[in-house]
């Protein structure tokens, strides 16, 4: 199963994709994730992204549909992927859609996480992740079970803030998102795969309108 998610920074798509994976037996591809390990990892790729990203600005589409020709090339996306933050423009969407042709997958879901763009800043501000498997969490709305701990990977080694979560940067990557990302919108609806959450709600509420959706596949 091939599944798009859409929404803006802030929305939730991380934390519900790597929520469906086991359940859906698929992958998430987090174009964001792939960049901030190319970042750690000091590659060409990452030291010329990571100006990019600071500014909350979005990296060339070159990069980033070489970056997921390559990724969903290999084995583990066999049984399908998740893509959290890919496409972002429509260079990207018509990319992809290339790609899958070529492979002869489809699209069997593209889903919107709707929010109100209110309580995005409130959500960025007090993200953080676990620093070794990355799982995301909240001051307020999903602090660790124990304070320190990763629930997921069990770690204590700590945790990170995303630098690109400050307000000032929140504000040119939420532009991003209204002028090259929230355009792609009616491409999907015209194709009718385009389905809406309400990502206002619980994460588990989330969840859960999520999983109706990808139980339809
Ligand atoms: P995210 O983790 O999805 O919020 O992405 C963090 C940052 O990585 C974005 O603000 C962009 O600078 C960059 N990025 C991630 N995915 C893409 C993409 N598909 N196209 C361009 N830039 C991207």
């Known amino acids: 199963m091939n599944v798009i998610l859409f ?41 010329k992204a990571k100006a990019v990203m600071d500014a909350g600005h979005l990296v060339p589409d070159g990069v980033m549909i070489a970056m997921i020709a390559n990724r969903i090339d290999q084995p583990d996306c066999k049984n399908g992927f998740l893509l959290d933050g890919f496409p972002r423009t429509t260079a990207q969407a018509r990319a992809l859609d290339e790609m899958l042709a070529e492979q002869g997958l489809r699209l069997d879901h593209v889903i919107e996480i709707t929010i109100d763009a ?52 929140v504000k040119a990557r939420l532009k991003a998102y209204d002028e090259q990302t929230a355009p792609l ?17 619980s994460i588990d509420e989330v969840t859960r309108q999520l999983e109706a959706i990808l139980e339809q596949a």
């Open 7 to 47: 929404g803006p920074p802030g929305c939730g798509k991380g934390t519900q994709a790597r929520r469906l994976e086991d359940r859906f037996n698929t992958i998430q591809l987090s174009t964001g994730d792939m960049l901030r390990a190319e970042v750690a990892s000091g590659s060409e790729i990452g030291r």
């Open 118 to 169: 209110a309580v995005l800043a409130e959500r960025l501000a007090g993200r953080f992740n676990c620093a070794r498997c990355g799982a995301v969490y909240h001051d307020k709305f999903q602090r660790p079970k124990v304070d320190g701990v990763c629930d997921v990977c069990g770690s204590s080694t700590g945790f990170t803030r995303r630098v690109d979560d400050k307000a000032d940067t």
């Open 185 to 201: 919108l009616p491409y999907y609806q015209a194709r009718e795969v385009l389905r809406r959450v309400d990502g206002m709600g």
